[in-house]
Nanobody
Framework: QVRVVESGGGLVQPGGSLRLSCAASGRNFSSYSMGWFRQTPAKEREFVAAISRTGSSTYYADSVKGRFTIFRNNAENTLYLQVNSLKPEDTAVYYC?????????????????WGQGTQVTVSS
């Protein structure tokens, strides 16, 4: 099971950027496809982006496609999410988790363990 700690969130103006990080513990990080999810008090947790074990394949929710980029560094056991052109509707707590990776639909978590998340607030 992968244990994760998310960081990098903050308060940014619309159009701004952030880089979110997900530090994973354990020796088998490269064995897991990984994903980012987000949640607001008014909505259930939703899928944002996923990446295959080697990083060769990625998949994004339509709402973030072209603005967000998921990537990973297996040597450092770290997953990233570069978030650009932020909109107020991107405001949420962002979480990472291991996933069952899919190339043509939203990936689902394969672990019930969730970190504390990192808050992203987009506001002028």
């Amino acid at each position: 099971q992968v244990r994760v700690v998310e960081s990098g969130g903050g308060l940014v103006q619309p159009g701004g950027s952030l880089r979110l990080s997900c530090a994973a513990s354990g020796r088998n990080f490269s064995s897991y496809s990984m994903g980012w999810f987000r949640q607001t008090p008014a909505k259930e947790r939703e899928f944002v982006a996923a990446i295959s074990r080697t990083g060769s394949s990625t998949y994004y929710a339509d709402s973030v496609k072209g603005r967000f980029t998921i990537f990973r560094n297996n040597a450092e056991n770290t997953l990233y999410l570069q978030v650009n052109s932020l909109k107020p509707e991107d405001t949420a707590v962002y979480y990472c988790n291991a996933v069952f990776y899919s190339t043509n639909t939203a990936s689902t978590p394969n672990s019930n363990y969730w970190g504390q998340g990192t808050q992203v607030t987009v506001s002028s």
